[in-house]
């Protein structure tokens, strides 16, 4: 493995453990949505590092799983619903607005923890991808 994918993965590893440490909290619910983000982010970015694709600048998580589709490697199981609830949280989670981060506004504890399994889940999947 390449040490900037190692260094990639170790930054999403972070971010998970930081979302995991604010769910003891149930107000910080937007807080773990955007660790969240951030592990799936970083995980896709590893893939594509590893595959020797340019690192695009971009935090849109829909449109880094197309890439890394589109460069033959498939991440099964995946739920795309949660992908674009999570992408839909981002920029809203970094900076005040008057619109709501979800149609619903903050996210919810529960969805908090749906949005941190699905991080856990994709870092998990493109750990054992890039062991294979």
Known sequence: MKRQVSNWLKHAEID????EKLLEDDS????VAFHS???I????????????FRIPKTHD????LGMI??????????????????????LD???????GLIPEGIPSVEK???????????????ISILRK
Do not use: C, M
């Not at 896709?44 to 020797?52: G, H, P, R, V, W």
């Not at 589709?69 to 981002?90: F, R």
């Not at 989670?93 to 619109?99: F, G, K, L, M, Q």
């Open 112 to 126: 908090a923890i749906n949005f941190y399994r699905l991080a856990e889940f994709v870092y998990d999947k493109i």
């Open 61 to 64: 998580l829909e449109k880094l």
């Open 69 to 90: 589709q589109e460069i033959g490697v498939i991440i099964e199981g995946i739920d795309e619903d949660i992908l674009a609830q999570i992408n839909d949280v981002y």
């Open 16 to 19: 998970l453990l930081s979302a």
């Open 93 to 99: 989670s970094r900076y005040p607005t008057d619109v």
């Open 41 to 52: 982010e970083k995980s896709f970015k590893a893939i594509l590092e590893e595959n020797n």
């Open 28 to 31: 910080l619910s937007q807080s």
């Open 37 to 39: 983000h951030q592990a």
